[in-house]
């Protein structure tokens, strides 16, 4: 099983800072890797498919980057919208797995 | 609009049986692979649960082989999950995704996801 392991755990930023989210893969994963986004009593949102696409409606400031092990989402300038929960997510392997979670707090 | 609307949830007691719906609109159902994904409370992600476009391929995350049943109707444009001897550790509020493309194995982006539903297992 592909364990992912994001940090920071909570990362607290204010509005217009850049935020930027770790995911690490304990095998390589190509570029088989997604980033969702996830507030208080919703879905989870995707946001990032393939390490560095953009999903549908998913604004410009909201970046994906690495491969095989290290990847990085990026948040370039942070709105009020932002602060959530952030999820990495592989679909390399079976089983398909998640990151445990980088909450996004206001400072 | 593409719309997922789960069914079925509720309190069960541990070795109970519990069966959840998924109705969906808006998309060629038969299309697409479908997920469930579930979230016990408090708690990360769990990738639950994939079946192929024609039901060729399903796939299984291994706490839940061999008591959960992943299946669809492509007339009812729905997808379902059969879940046997429940554990406690089975509580969570259990979501349906739709894959992001459609092709014939799931490539298991989950671009639509429903709004939950909350499954208890508790004597």
């Known amino acids: 099983e592909v364990v992912l392991t994001q940090s920071p755990a909570t990362l607290s930023l204010s509005p217009g800072e850049r935020a930027t989210l770790s995911c690490r893969a304990s095998?390589?994963?190509?570029?088989?890797l997604a980033w969702y986004q996830q507030k208080p009593g919703q879905a989870p949102r995707l946001l990032i498919f393939?390490?560095?696409n953009r999903a549908t409606g998913i604004p410009a400031r909201f970046s994906g980057s690495g491969s095989g092990t290290d990847f990085t989402l990026t948040i370039s300038s942070l709105e009020p919208e932002d602060f959530a929960v952030y999820y990495c997510h592989q679909r390399s392997n079976w089983p398909r797995t998640f990151g445990q979670g980088t909450k996004l707090e206001i400072k | 609009e593409v719309q997922l609307v789960e069914s079925g949830g509720g309190l069960v007691k541990p070795g109970g049986s519990q069966r959840l719906s998924c109705a969906t609109s808006g998309f060629i159902f038969s299309n697409y692979s479908m997920n469930w994904v579930r979230q016990a409370p408090g708690k990360g992600l769990e990738w639950v649960s994939s079946i192929s476009r024609l039901s060729t391929y399903k796939y299984y995350e291994d706490s839940v082989k061999g008591r959960f049943t992943i299946s669809r109707d492509n007339a009812k444009n729905s997808l379902y999950l059969e879940m046997n001897s429940l554990r406690a550790e089975d509580t969570a509020v259990y979501y349906c995704a739709r894959d992001l493309e459609p092709e014939w194995v799931p490539n298991s982006y989950f671009e639509y996801w429903g709004q939950g539903i909350l499954v208890t297992v508790s004597s």
């Open positions: 393939d390490a560095s």
């Open positions: 095998q390589s994963v190509s570029s088989y």
